[in-house]
């Protein structure tokens, strides 16, 4: 137990490095995380060791540990895919030529979006507002809002609601609602029905 402790306190000891990046105050990103180019919207939460290059996360986020999003990409149509010819890629210190290469595009992942331990989301993807990613997925193309995707490559497991509710959930836009407006309609937050009713949306 003592040992778990520690390793719990070593682990939160260490930084994050973001570089271009914006985390707003009510969001939290724990340590060994790098952000390059990204950015987080309100009340998300990310745990350790993830990665984001080009990324925009939304607000109301759960992201679990050793996630990673974007890249840059290996141009498998030069001669060579190695750091040493390419610009901006500092990897290795030698340099033989500086070609340009390209980003990946930027990622977006929508609001209120779960994300597993250990999902690889390639660049350029959109994670739909909802969405839920399984542990361990590798996303290489855009998941709708509120589908639940798993797998390598990851697939549709199912919708989280019914259509008219997905159509709700979404016209209702509830991750913008002023706090006082989101705490009064958190209340039937464990009920989609009752939350759309009270917005009379349903």
């Not at 890249?71 to 500086?98: D, N, Q």
Request: with cysteine; hydrophobic share 40%; net charge positive.
């Amino acid at each position: 137990m003592i040992g778990y402790v520690i390793s719990r306190i070593l682990k939160k000891s260490r930084g994050s490095a973001l570089i271009d990046s914006a985390v707003p105050r009510s969001s939290k990103v724990e340590s060994g995380c790098t952000l390059f180019s990204s950015s987080f919207g309100e009340h998300s939460f990310c745990g350790y060791d993830c990665t984001f290059i080009k990324t925009s996360i939304g607000s109301f986020c759960s992201i679990a540990n050793n996630v990673v999003v974007g890249g840059a990409r290996h141009p498998i149509e030069y001669v060579s895919t190695s750091p040493v010819f390419l610009a901006h890629k500092e990897s290795i210190k030698k340099k033989f030529s500086r070609h340009d290469y390209r980003w990946e595009p930027n990622t977006v992942i929508g609001h209120d979006v779960w994300i597993g331990e250990g999902v690889l989301i390639k660049g350029g993807v959109t994670i739909g507002t909802g969405a839920v990613i399984g542990m361990g997925s590798v996303v290489t193309r855009d998941v709708p809002p509120y589908a639940i995707y798993a797998g390598n490559p990851a697939r549709l497991i199912r919708l989280r609601f019914s259509e008219s509710i997905v159509e709700g959930l979404l016209k209702s836009r509830w991750w913008e609602f002023s706090e006082d407006k989101l705490k009064a309609a958190a209340v039937h937050f464990n009920d989609p029905e009752a939350f759309l009713k009270s917005q009379n949306i349903v």
